[in-house]
């Protein structure tokens, strides 16, 4: 509140003759609280009219209620039933005056109606008449109301109401200073703790007053800075006068924020983020520039981090999936419109997942990082490689390439790739890759297609052998989309008795007896009629359907093996455990249950797994292949010497089978190398103990070779092809006719 508003009121008081005024205003000036100033006014205006009872009602920050300020005259349960007061016209006297904002002179309180509900209160606290005078504000609002009550029936004289009316300016002036002088001292409080730097300027921007934490985030302290434009921290004061131009347009009650490099005074530079606005006088013209400063370069380091992290892979540094989509994006835009031809690669890390398995997820981030590091140095700068997720790659290459370019490309990756490597410290550690190549726009002209023809060209690359590359063809597309069909139909090929048993028998060279079968799952369809099994195996491995299949096989086994014995045929069968299934933990208690549950006799059922299941957990596999072995079930290892198996796996692990895989008995008459290997398989198997099967016999060449080297049996074309129930049969009584049943 002006000065000259206070000094107005209490000039008026004191022509009244108050004698307290000299002391009321020591009070005021002092700081006392507003509670003390209002209660010794209340006191000055009794002393001044000592049979009168005044009190002083403050109006709610809501508008809403009167609170008492002051009432020292006044009993405690009056003062207590007039607490909340509500607002309101007819509200006694005082609600009535704080809600018209017009003196209110209530000469008989028994017989006034705004008195109704207060007649029985007003008459135990011995109050006859109420005079109440609003207190107004300098802006028109009202802020309480000031009560002069009396004890009997009385009508006001003229120095009454010029007491009252002055007492109301009075109070007006105690409450605005006060508020002010509080209002000030937050003001205070707050820019001196406040976080934030805190710059005012004159309307010529200099700086005429900062506050501690200015001083703090800068480092200049106030005596440097004061009469000083801000420009002087800025590390383009040009940006200044732009600031003044745009501010001098902003209204008074708007803001306006940016960001700038600002430089401390020791010279060391940061992200900062100014808040303008700017305080108008009541013409409108600008009186102060207020500005408020923020270190901001945590803030954006974090936005940096953040920003890294949804773009760029933390393990291999390579840009992710999500940026990889946008500059494939990018690029497919820029095809459209200038007619660029460009290429998209996937690659695939062959058998990561073993070097996960045998080594660790350690060694195989180490791997990826290794591998990414050759990937980035293999490609120019304005050619893209990611790494899209687990062990996959992705790579945009840029402008016109012939086939013959992307050929040496892809051989050059697949060479970097290859190339000897440290992990863990082992040394000479090697992985190979396959990669599939798609060229805009003539395999795709949306990221989907070009995507979907890449990953179509990377499996035909790994189903060509691995290590390789291959270029989408249309008849890809094709083979895709007889796979996803395959992948829907699958579903129901068991529950819809479409899969059938074929069994191919395996013979002892000792005697030519056939002593065992191999089940072999066919899928009889409805409609393409007989699936082969490396169509539709892999697909049930990477789909989980496995399982399913799995445990079908061996239920049709046991029942088989029941009818062979009940037609006097005591063979043996042999199924196949996918590495897929082993990932169910129970696996071995299953297929125990299973063989109990079929009542045949014990050591019916045997059981082949594949080099690459002993690489797994080695503890888990152990117990595994111990369950089994107890339980009188028999355990081949089938495919020898094309996994990644080594002899101390061979050796740490029980199995009673060793079948020699067919790529090592094709062609092995004519190739001394093949027979060497051949030889040492079977001298190997001995001595461990474990009888020795070789696959894939055709020539009566190659099984007399076997026999010479002191194989145990021989399994392939040149016995039987894999037969049904019905052949099967046939075919055991017809062989076994000569020999005498086994």
Known sequence: MPQNSIQHGLSDVSRLGIGRYNHFLEMLLSGRPLEMLLNELVLLIQEKQPDCVASILLLSDDGKRLLPGAAPGLPDFYIDAINNLEVGEGVGSCGTAAATARLVIVEDIQRHPYWQDYRELAARAGLHACWSQPIVGSKGTVLGVFGLYYREVRHPTGMDLLLIHEAARLAQASIEFRRAQNHRQLTETITQHLPLGLIITDKEFNIIEVNPAFSHITG????????????????????????????????????????????????????????????????????????????????????????YQASYDLLTSLPNRNLFYERLNWTLEQGRRKQR????????????????????????????VKVGTRLQQSMRPQDTVARLGGDEFGFIITGEHDEQALRELADQLLKNVSRSLTIRQMRDCRISSSIGISCYPSDGSTLEQLLKAAEQAVYAAKNAGRNGYAFFTPAMFEAAKTQALLHQEMHFAVSRNQLELHYQPIKRLTDDRIVQLEALVRWNHPERGLI??????????????IREIGQWVRQESLAMIGRLQEQGFNVPIAVNVSTAEFYDHGLADKIIAQVQESGVQGGSLLVEITESLLIRNQQETLTFLQKLQQANIQVALDDFGTGFSSLSYLAAFPADKLKIDRSFIHQMTANPRKQSLVDTIINLGHSLNMTVIAEGVETEEEEALLRSKGCDKTQGYLLAKPLPETELMEFLRGYNAGTGRD
């Not at 501010?247 to 009650?253: F, H, I, R, T």
């Not at 923020?294 to 953040?306: N, P, V």
């Not at 998209?344 to 180490?366: C, P, Q, R, S």
């Open 220 to 307: 200049y302290p106030d005596a440097e800075v004061l009469g000083r434009k801000p420009g002087f921290f800025s590390t383009d004061p040009k940006s200044l006068q732009q600031y003044q131009d745009i501010l001098d347009k902003l209204p008074a009650w708007r803001s306006w924020t940016t960001e700038i490099l600002i430089s401390r005074r020791n010279g060391e530079r940061f992200n900062a983020e100014l808040c303008f606005s700017v305080v108008r006088d009541e013409q409108n013209d600008i009186q102060r520039y207020v500005a408020l400063i923020s270190d901001i370069s945590e803030r954006k380091r974090s936005e940096e981090t953040i920003q």
């Open 341 to 368: 031809a460009f290429s998209v690669l996937l690659m695939d890390l062959d058998y990561f997942k073993e070097i996960n398995d045998t080594l660790g997820h350690d060694a195989g981030d180490e791997l990826l």
């Open 532 to 545: 082969r099994p490396d169509l539709f195996i892999p697909l049930a491995e990477k789909t989980g359907m």
